[in-house]
């Protein structure tokens, strides 16, 4: 009787260890949308697609640009976007040199989650209404390129464009987008 | 200052905060964290209630936790219009501060107290007062003075539309300026203000709702008129003591907190209008102003019939048609101005860019011109932009 416990009871353990351990494959199956998710964001590096965004603009203004590679990227996208920082994975902004010639503006947010897009969103739409009442004080005929910014999202991505060629800058970011 | 005081101040600076952000008290929230507090002070102002917060200081250290409040404080005001003359941030980078730490040192002859950057300040600010102002000028005479110098020796920045904005250092602080000679708008008010003060005039910077702008009120015979100096370092005395009605043509303020303007006395373009008693003879007197490169004048219509009113009207929108649809070189606009049985009519022409005239004097253009006819003999044709007279062509 008493190897019969003692049996039962190895039996019974062996079978909750088991039980413990036998159901690895659960959350992988869940994970899996996740990693669809992450995969929609530029598959270049910041700088390479600021090129290629670069490239499509087109302008005929000097365009200065900045990215999460700067000494103090922070502070630089509090500028456009005063998201708190943990939540950007990287940036990159291209901006008129000297803004008393033009308004032209390209950015692009990637975010780590995909729930902050939104709020990024808005406070780059709240961004271009700030301009367009700076410019309209300052430079009034600058002002219009700010009526046609395009404001949009892409998988992880925020994205402003304020360019006379913003058709061929949106869809050279499209392209970009794995 | 004591322990317990210094709480006290700590809870009521954070009660101020919350308070002024919205409008019914909704219950207590707790805190014994500073950077919780901070967390949730920024938090609790993005909605639109009133929040009565208990700062529990049990292990904290009482300054961070004040500066944590500051701090908070400083941040909200940046973006959002708030009924106070100080500590106003324009274009999220220029903020408007008191100067009256200078002008008083100035006004007492003792600069006890200053720091040197204040010191220098004041030094700079006392010479110049020392070169404009002279004896027997009147209050008006001495704001023109200040407003004439600071229109023609400070270099307006622009830097202030670059995305990440390349204004040159202190540009928005009588300091910077006046060492410098470069100003951003709150640059240009806050050193009008500095020297109108240090001459015993009521003096206030006006900020505009976006947060976008700023500008002056002076005091003249108990009456405030509106000055932007930043606007005319391009077109002199357009924004040179206006009233409110005018200045609503290009401003938007806090009505209700600013001063009311009603001045008219020592409005630029009042002062100089002349009698018009035939309307026809408008677009003459326009042009003629032009010719003579004024670029504020206006004229006093008086006793006219509603007939008359409207080919006034006609004639004035016409005449700005006109000119800004021609002429790439200066544009027009104008304001009328309500009086006793008469309207006024002021108008202001603003030069774009420099013409050739004001780089080049009137007798080596035209040596140029003899130069370009000897060498080009039939093929030299006079410059289209002007005329004979060498007078930009307008229309």
């Given amino acids: 009787m008493k190897k019969f416990v003692i049996l039962l009871i190895t039996v019974l353990a062996s079978a909750f260890v088991l ?37 499509a603009h087109n302008g005929k203004t000097e365009l200065s640009y900045a990215s999460s590679s700067d000494d103090d990227p922070e502070s630089e ?23 008393s010639k033009s308004a032209d503006e390209i950015v692009v947010i990637v975010l780590k989650d995909q729930a902050d897009v939104k709020t990024a969103v808005d406070m780059l739409r709240t961004h271009v209404e700030k301009r367009k009442a700076l410019y309209d004080a300052y430079e009034p005929a600058l002002a219009k390129a700010l009526n046609k910014a395009e404001v949009f999202s892409e998988g992880r991505c925020a994205v402003l464009i304020v360019s006379e060629n913003a058709y061929d800058v949106r869809n050279a970011f499209m392209e970009s987008i794995g | 200052m004591k322990k317990s005081t210094k709480i006290l101040t700590v809870i009521l600076s954070a009660l101020l905060l919350i308070a002024s952000f919205g409008a019914a008290a909704v219950g207590a929230l707790s805190y014994v ?4 507090l901070a967390a949730s002070l920024e938090m609790i102002s993005q909605t639109s209630e009133t929040t009565k917060v208990s700062v529990k200081t049990v ?42 730490a200078v002008s008083d040192a100035y006004k007492s002859g003792s600069s006890e107290g200053l720091d040197d950057r204040q010191k220098e300040t004041l030094k700079m600010a006392s010479d110049l007062l020392d070169k404009l102002i002279k004896k027997n000028m ?37 300091f910077g300026v006046l060492k410098y000679k470069s100003a951003v708008c709150v640059g240009y008010a806050t050193t009008f203000r500095l020297l109108m003060q240090m001459l015993g005039m009521e003096c206030m910077v006006v900020h505009d709702t976006s947060l976008t702008h700023s500008w002056d009120l002076v005091k ?41 303007a009603k001045g008219k006395k020592y409005s630029y373009a009042l002062q100089n209008a002349v009698q018009l008693d035939d309307i026809c003879s408008l677009p003459e007197l326009v042009m003629d102003k032009v010719k003579a490169n004024e670029s504020v004048f206006a004229c006093i219509l008086k006793d006219i019939g509603k007939d008359d009113e409207a080919l006034a009207v006609y004639m004035v929108n016409r005449i700005e048609e006109i000119i800004n649809s021609g002429s790439d070189e200066i544009s027009f606009d104008h304001y009328w101005a309500e009086g006793e049985g008469q309207y006024t009519l002021c108008m202001f022409v603003t030069r774009i860019s420099d013409t050739i005239e004001d780089v080049i004097d009137e007798e080596t253009l035209e040596t140029a011109e003899e130069a370009l006819e000897k060498a080009f003999g039939d093929l030299y044709s006079p410059s289209d932009l002007y005329d004979d007279d060498h007078v930009l062509r307008v229309g």
């Fill in chain 1, 77 to 99: 996208l509090a500028y456009v976007c005063d998201i708190d920082y943990g939540k950007v994975k990287d940036f990159l902004m291209l901006f008129a040199a000297d803004g």
């Fill in chain 2, 220 to 260: 003249l015979d108990d009456e405030w008129y509106h000055v932007d100096c930043y606007f005319d370092s391009d077109c002199a005395y357009r924004h040179f003591n206006l009233d409110d009605a005018a200045f609503e043509q290009d401003h938007d303020w806090n009505k209700d907190f600013f001063p009311k």
């Fill in chain 2, 59 to 100: 292990g904290e250290d009482l300054d961070e936790l004040s500066a944590v409040v500051e701090d908070v404080k400083t941040k909200l005001s940046v973006g959002e219009d708030v009924a106070q003359e100080n500590d106003v941030c324009i274009a999220n980078d220029y903020w408007i501060r008191d100067t009256s």
């Fill in chain 2, 138 to 174: 009147t209050s008006y005479d001495k704001e023109k003075a200040v407003y004439e110098w600071l229109t023609n020796n400070i270099n307006s920045e622009l830097g202030m539309l670059t995305v990440i904005p390349t204004s040159s250092e202190s540009s928005d602080e009588p």
């Fill in chain 1, 19 to 55: 039980g413990c351990g036998g159901e690895p494959s659960a959350p992988e199956i869940t994970e899996e949308p996740v990693q669809t998710q992450i995969t929609e964001e530029p598959t270049q590096s910041m700088f390479d697609l600021a090129e290629t965004l670069r490239a």
């Fill in chain 2, 33 to 36: 964290n500073v950077n919780k």
